[in-house]
């Protein structure tokens, strides 16, 4: 996970998974490697390639991506990521070629109209690292920290205060916190068609309530919405 800092306009100071928009530059990618595709599945890859630009620029992991990649290499496709701003020049360079399948859909929040005045239309992705926890270093631009945990650790850590989650985040978290590996994570996110989520405040307790659907997947569907972090 990373801390946002605080002077960002949305989530500042929070600490959240690995991400950021879509740019043309990666729906250019996306409908240079699925020529004649329809619109849908070239938003769709376009969605995913910046899922992986993003963790490559923010983390330097390399996920998403098939080649012949070690640490060094990796360490050079984040810089030269984060100079060019695209992921197209990164595999050029190193004649990387893009897994998408590699990214297995989780999640699409839409939380509209609870903490700002802009859409937030986000997608989550599972992805298995294979190697384990290995050395990361945060990029120091939109970023403060970066941090390996559990799931269950990054509950524990936010229910000490140690970090602040969002309501999309902390829910994120108590769901991937039900499994034990990556293998019965990816089983249940499959098994569980993705819908969008957009969280609706319920006023018909003794107190307002911040509540998401029963049925996507969520151990834990409401919280307070005076306690709720949004954003």
């Not at 490697?33 to 620029?57: C, F, K, M, S, Y």
């Not at 290995?134 to 990029?139: I, L, T």
């Not at 098994?191 to 003794?206: F, L």
């Amino acid at each position: 996970m990373v801390v946002r800092s605080k002077q960002l306009r949305f989530a500042g100071g929070m600490a959240v998974f690995p991400g950021g928009r879509v740019d043309p530059e990666d729906r250019d990618l996306a409908a240079r490697h699925a020529p004649g595709e329809t619109e849908n599945v070239q938003d769709d890859l376009a969605h995913r390639i910046a899922a992986i630009r993003e963790t490559l620029e923010e983390t330097g992991l390399a996920l998403g991506l098939s080649g012949a990649i070690d640490a060094e290499s990796a360490a050079a496709a984040r810089k030269l990521a984060l100079q060019e701003g695209a992921l197209a020049p990164v595999l050029d360079r190193f004649g990387w070629k893009i897994d998408a399948q590699a990214l297995v859909p989780f999640a699409r929040w839409l939380p509209l109209g609870l903490a700002h005045d802009r859409i937030f239309d986000t997608r989550f992705y599972l992805a298995d690292l294979g190697t384990g926890a290995v050395d990361v270093a945060v990029d120091e631009t939109e970023n403060t920290r970066l941090f390996w945990t559990s799931a269950k650790g990054a509950l524990a850590m936010a229910d000490e205060g140690e970090i602040s989650v969002i309501f999309p985040t902390r829910r994120n978290l108590e769901r991937l916190a039900q499994f034990a590996s990556y293998e019965k994570a990816r089983a249940h996110a499959l098994a569980t068609p993705v819908r969008t989520i957009i969280p609706q405040i319920d006023e018909s307790g003794p107190q307002p309530m911040l509540r998401i659907p029963e049925d996507a997947g969520y151990p834990v569907i409401e919280e307070a919405f005076g306690s709720a972090q949004r954003g």
